[in-house]
């Protein structure tokens, strides 16, 4: 073995595990997301073609809780544990229907995977 700097290099076999996936698994999963797009698509086109009001709670409170992260209760509609700020805060940073896409897809696979 060589040394670099007095310290001995250690060979090392670390092989990465495998993920396989249940073939039932993966298709719930794809079905997940095929109606996760669908229903965002329903909720896109009630928003911007007729006015419906739709996903107030991601303008008001989950979208722009990274502005008031240290204080998240002035805004009194954010009823929340307040570590639930973490998570919400990349989607600040993501234009708004795109974030609320992914939070939609991550909804439904989280619940596909939790039901599974």
Not at 19 to 48: C, D, G, H, M, N
Not at 52 to 69: G, H, K, N, S
Request: glycine share 2%; proline share 6%.
């Amino acid at each position: 073995m060589s040394s670099f700097f007095g310290f001995r290099q250690i060979s090392t076999s670390f092989k990465w595990p495998t993920l396989r996936i249940k073939p039932e698994l993966a298709k719930a999963l794809l079905v997940s997301q095929v109606f996760a797009v669908a229903w965002w698509f329903i909720v896109y086109f009630l928003t911007v073609k007729l006015n419906y009001i739709a996903w107030l709670d991601q303008r008001t409170d989950f979208l722009t809780v990274f502005e008031r992260w240290l204080t998240p209760y002035v805004n009194l509609r954010f009823v929340y544990v307040p570590w639930a700020v973490i998570p919400l805060i990349p989607f600040h940073f993501v234009p708004f229907y795109a974030a609320t896409l992914i939070q939609t897809c991550l909804y439904f696979g989280l619940l596909t995977l939790v039901i599974f």
